[in-house]
């Protein structure tokens, strides 16, 4: 077989502008909510979301092959609700030491995590959806999920340009937030919300692999580089853009699964921005201060 070119890849676009489109704007909405995830220590928080949230699909699959298919069975049914136990789950244990946070993050990651295995075994003729699920192996978006990618990233993202600055008050210092008469309650449910139904659309679509990497990643590059939280997120936006576009295109020239793909793509830009904030850093310590001259 002839290696694979880049201009072979642009003339099969008509094939691959869905799932890559799909990446692309995934990767960008997770990489802006990302920053919340990193600045709030909520790393574990979206791995386990991003697990549950794939029990969900996979518990949707075994409903449909039990009773046939109904609005019930709809994968992204099965991942909002699942979602929405898990949040209602880690708000509940909001208040209390960071140890027992972390305890129920475990928790939720690990029950998420067997319970897509478990259900897997018993849905064989949904065995490739469930590799998607966990691997973020598929190729292709279906018309309806590109759909639900384009609504999802829209909505969720107008929610955050609209409430930007209370997220950030309340990602930083929630009693600051109060202090300000501002409803922290209420912000950080949103918050939690819209995190996790972008992560619970995104599973469902690319897989558990990719969407973690997207809602971690693109965040710890642009927080080593960005001056401030609202330019940190328009920086995470534009690298978790580019690594779901690139990370496709990899997958495609050199025949790799296209969310582990998307992940390393992802990873090596945050190691590139490491080097580019140490840089900064040392033009800034040798930079003499603007101090009048004698």
């Known amino acids: 077989m002839d290696d694979l070119t880049v201009s072979m890849f642009f003339e099969s676009w008509e094939l691959f502008r869905e799932p890559v489109l799909a990446g692309v704007m995934l990767g960008a909405l997770l990489g802006m909510l990302g920053v919340y995830v990193v600045i709030r220590r909520m790393v574990f928080f979206s791995a386990a979301l991003s697990q549950v949230a794939g029990a969900g699909v996979a518990l949707s699959f075994w409903v449909k092959v039990m009773v046939g298919a109904s609005w019930l069975t709809s994968p992204y049914l099965g991942a909002a609700a699942t979602s929405l136990v898990a949040v209602g789950y880690i708000m509940a244990h909001r208040d209390e030491e960071s140890a027992r946070r972390d305890s129920a993050l ?4 690990l029950v998420g995590a067997a319970g897509t295995l478990a259900i897997g075994t018993r849905i064989v003729q949904e065995l490739q959806d469930i590799e998607s699920l966990l691997f973020g192996s598929a190729v292709a978006v279906l018309p309806e999920d590109f759909q639900m990618v384009l609504w999802t990233t829209t909505v969720i993202a107008a929610i955050h340009l609209w409430w930007h600055r209370g997220f950030v008050i309340v990602s930083i210092d929630a009693q600051d ?57 328009a920086i995470a936006a534009v690298f978790g853009a580019l690594a779901g576009f690139v990370g496709y295109a990899f997958a495609f020239l050199y025949q ?17 921005m490491s080097l580019v904030g140490r840089a900064l850093e040392a033009v800034a310590r040798i930079t003499p201060s603007a101090a009048p001259a004698a």
């Open 106 to 109: 475990g928790l939720i990651y």
């Open 177 to 233: 937030a109060t202090v300000r008469g501002l409803p922290g309650r209420a912000l950080e449910w949103v918050l939690l919300l819209s995190l996790a139904a972008a992560i619970a659309v995104s599973t469902r679509v690319i897989g558990a692999l990719p969407t973690f990497a997207f809602s971690v990643l693109p965040a710890m590059a642009a927080l080593k580089v960005a001056p401030n939280v609202g330019r940190a997120m």
């Open 256 to 272: 790799l699964p296209v969310g582990a793909s998307q992940a390393l793509v992802a990873a090596v830009i945050v190691a590139v």
